[in-house]
């Protein structure tokens, strides 16, 4: 989305613990020329730790390896231990401004270590982005009246909506900006969806006809988009917000952080905290120690049967993410939402357990989850653990369906 600059890193994010992503990203690097960041805020992270120990074992320098963490963790003792090249430790305290950073999620640290870095590395100029990220923040300032704050606003909009049933975020993007949909749908799905309340980000689904949607969409349009006004003359509200350049995405990651804290707070929950996330992730841990889960599953035809208006159908898809398997489920949400009238959702597992999944289990009632899964994957062995990176897929999409 910012662009290959020369003479800078080709950036490769791998976020996945899918062995057949693993094994074709790995046999298509270079590893003696490879620089491996690792990042982890709570530097216990199970795909994070499992895939440096897999890169480990084939490049055991640690002038190939970086850390990004918070201060006191695993991760930092490690990267120390092995001679990293360089350990950032995100900051706690900045300016005096700051305290606690180090209990704020993943989601709200694009502007600190854990999006910087890579950043730099991949040659995005810092200073520009950095500029955007000032001027947004002078216009939301606390003496800017809410009506005037751009962030404010958003987020008053994005709650009341939400409190009137319009809980179904659903971001319009022109091409250039759709790598920042999966963003503001983690950071928006995880901060809200708790306590039986939150907003479902949709991202990637089509724009269709106005009679396609019930209302309980609040649509978002960046920049100009053919077919908005036909949304506004049959109802449904459009918020609309200036196009932006690559270059000035600082101001948006802002903006949507910002936004994101006060529609948590119009909501009353806690938009900082992410405990459903925990708790999955205390699940797999147990799966993998042997505890045999409870499950609860119904036959496609039967699931789909159930979906009642309001509701939404989430495709969980783990297996690589490849361009003919996206537009794949892209024609299937088209279908699903034509047939029954629901926001559709894709989330790449075990990626979206740390994104929508603190939503599907801690927010509104009446998601539809289907798991895609192979019936079988080659073998891909994690260094020093007694189960292999398809027994660590398995336990996370196992956590879904209990």
């Known amino acids: 989305m910012l662009g290959q600059h020369e003479r800078a890193l080709r950036l490769e994010v791998l976020s996945t613990t899918d062995p057949d992503a693993i094994r074709m990203l790995a046999d298509r690097l270079d590893l003696d020329r490879t620089l491996f960041i690792v990042a982890s805020k709570s530097g216990t992270t199970a795909e994070t730790l499992a895939l440096f120990d897999f890169f480990w074992e084939r490049v055991p320098s640690g002038r190939h390896f970086v850390a990004i963490t918070d201060a006191g963790t695993g991760l930092q003792g490690t990267a120390h231990t092995r001679s990293f090249r360089r350990v950032f430790v995100n900051p706690t305290n900045i300016r005096g401004r700051c305290e606690g950073t180090e209990n704020i999620g993943g989601r709200y640290s694009a502007l600190c270590y854990f999006g910087l870095v890579p950043a730099v590395l991949a040659g995005v100029p810092l200073r520009p982005l950095l500029a955007c990220v000032h001027e947004m923040g002078e216009a939301c300032h606390p003496c800017v009246a809410v009506g005037e704050n751009p962030a404010a606003w958003l987020g008053a909009v994005m709650g009341e909506a939400a409190q009137a049933g319009r809980d179904k975020l659903t971001l319009l993007l022109p091409e250039a900006l759709a790598a920042l949909g999966p963003w503001v749908e983690q950071l928006v799905a995880e901060s809200t969806g708790k306590r039986g309340r939150g907003i479902l980000p949709v991202v990637g ?3 269709g ?3 396609v949607y019930r209302d309980d969409r609040l649509f978002v349009a960046v920049g100009a988009r053919d077919g908005v006004e036909a949304l506004e003359a049959a109802g449904h509200p459009v918020v ?5 350049a690559p270059k000035q995405l600082g101001g948006e990651f802002l903006r949507w952080e910002f ?5 948590g707070h119009v909501l009353r929950i806690n938009p900082f905290d992410q405990p459903n996330v925990q708790e999955a992730k205390d699940a797999t841990a147990r799966i993998l120690a042997g505890e045999r889960p409870e499950t609860s ?4 035809d039967e699931l789909l049967a159930g979906v009642k208006p309001g509701g939404y159908i989430a495709l969980l898809v783990y297996q690589p993410r490849k361009p003919d398997l996206d537009g794949t489920l892209k024609a299937v949400r088209l279908r699903l939402r034509e047939r029954y009238r629901v926001a559709t959702t894709v989330g790449y597992g075990p990626s979206y357990l740390h994104s929508t999944g603190q939503l599907h289990k801690g927010g509104p009632q009446g998601g539809a989850f289907v798991i895609v899964m192979p019936q079988e994957v080659a073998p891909l062995s994690i260094p020093e653990r007694p189960y292999d990176f398809g027994g660590l897929e398995r336990a996370q999409a196992v956590t879904c369906s209990r």
């Open 259 to 263: 936004a994101t804290a006060v529609a």
């Open 297 to 300: 599953t119904l036959p496609l």
């Open 240 to 244: 609309r917000l200036p196009a932006r």
């Open 209 to 211: 006809r106005p009679e």
């Open 205 to 207: 689904e089509p724009l």
